[in-house]
């Protein structure tokens, strides 16, 4: 990745999660440079800049509703928002599809936000199936 591509990066991944702090973001980049086996895979906007990203973990513990383990697990999947709609983030997709078919892949999976309906709708157009719904929960108990 160049440096410029790096900036670019952090750029979305900000408009992607805004309520995750920069130290947060930062930390989360240097593991995914350093992981050996996920992927990073971005969207060139043919001026310089990015326009997209998709990052993918390979998750060996339970992934609700696949039947393998281990698993590619699509953690961050972005795009431009003036370039929405265009088929980059399937184009995206479609190749961390091809990079874990030639590693014996047989299924990926993702998530998304109950409320974000944009995310939702571009997993079922990409051919995703929606396994369950779920809140998660955490107690602060060092208080």
């Known amino acids: 990745m ?25 930390l989360e980049m240097r593991e995914w440079a350093s992981q050996p086996d996920g992927a990073l ?31 590619p697990y699509v953690e961050g999947w972005y795009v431009d928002g003036k370039r929405r709609g265009q088929g980059l983030g399937g184009q995206l997709l479609a190749a961390v599809e091809q990079w874990a078919r030639d590693r014996g892949f047989k299924e990926i999976a993702s998530d998304a936000e109950l409320e974000n309906r944009e995310s939702i709708a571009a997993h079922a157009a990409c051919g ?8 998660h929960f955490i107690k602060r108990i060092d208080l």
């Open 2 to 26: 160049l440096a410029g591509d790096r900036a670019e990066w952090l750029r979305m991944r900000r408009e992607l999660w805004p309520a995750c702090s920069a130290e947060r973001h930062a």
């Open 41 to 71: 895979l971005v969207a060139d906007a043919g001026d310089g800049g990015l326009c997209g990203f998709i990052e993918v973990s390979i998750r060996r513990d339970h992934v609700d509703g696949t039947t393998s383990s281990p698993v």
């Open 128 to 135: 995703f199936t929606e396994t369950c719904r779920t809140v």
